[in-house]
């Protein structure tokens, strides 16, 4: 145990153990060895793990009541001079592209052609319509 301990703290009726660094990077390799053993399983099994916490549980059920004080914020903040620009996040792929593009037209620079990008279909699955509260506002322009 004295290779894993370097010195104890006493914080409250807490006691705190701190690892050597040999120790800890030992540790460390041998969870990422772990954790390339996991993916590769959950890839070979075409299995999906997805990590559900109480917070996002919550979150859900208060959906409309942050809806809400997102459209409060809105309206209280978003002016001609500062405009917000809304980027919708349902595709990952998609938010990110329209970002740095959104960006890069804010900044003056020597245009490069590039080629258009085909996106997967977007599931169905989970489908809501809370956009009404959004209309007339900014967007960034969807390029992609």
């Known amino acids: 145990?004295?290779?894993?301990?370097?010195?104890?703290?006493?914080?409250?009726s807490n006691t705190k153990v701190k690892m050597k660094r040999?120790?800890?990077e030992k540790e460390l390799?041998?969870?990422?060895?772990?954790?390339?053993?996991l993916q590769d399983?959950?890839?070979?099994?075409?299995?999906?793990?997805?990590?559900?916490?109480p917070?996002?549980?919550?979150?859900?059920?208060?959906?409309?009541?942050?809806?809400r004080a997102r459209d409060m914020m809105l309206d209280a903040t978003d002016s001609k001079h500062a405009p917000?620009?809304?980027v919708r996040s349902d595709d990952k792929r998609r938010v990110r592209l329209n970002c740095?593009?959104?960006?890069?037209?804010?900044?003056?620079?020597?245009?490069?052609?590039h080629t258009k990008v085909k996106l997967p279909k977007r599931s169905g699955k989970g489908?809501?319509?809370?956009?009404?509260?959004?209309k007339g506002r900014n967007f960034v322009r969807e390029t992609y």
Not at 41 to 53: C, L, P, S, Y
Not at 59 to 66: F, G, I, N, V
């Open 1 to 12: 145990m004295d290779d894993v301990m370097a010195k104890k703290r006493t914080v409250g």
């Open 22 to 24: 040999k120790a800890y």
């Open 29 to 37: 390799r041998k969870l990422q060895v772990e954790l390339c053993h």
């Open 41 to 53: 399983w959950v890839k070979a099994k075409g299995a999906r793990i997805i990590v559900v916490a």
């Open 55 to 67: 917070m996002d549980i919550e979150s859900y059920r208060r959906w409309y009541d942050y809806s």
């Open 84 to 86: 917000w620009h809304i």
């Open 100 to 113: 740095i593009a959104h960006i890069l037209r804010l900044v003056s620079y020597k245009k490069v052609p």
């Open 127 to 134: 489908r809501y319509d809370d956009q009404s509260t959004l």
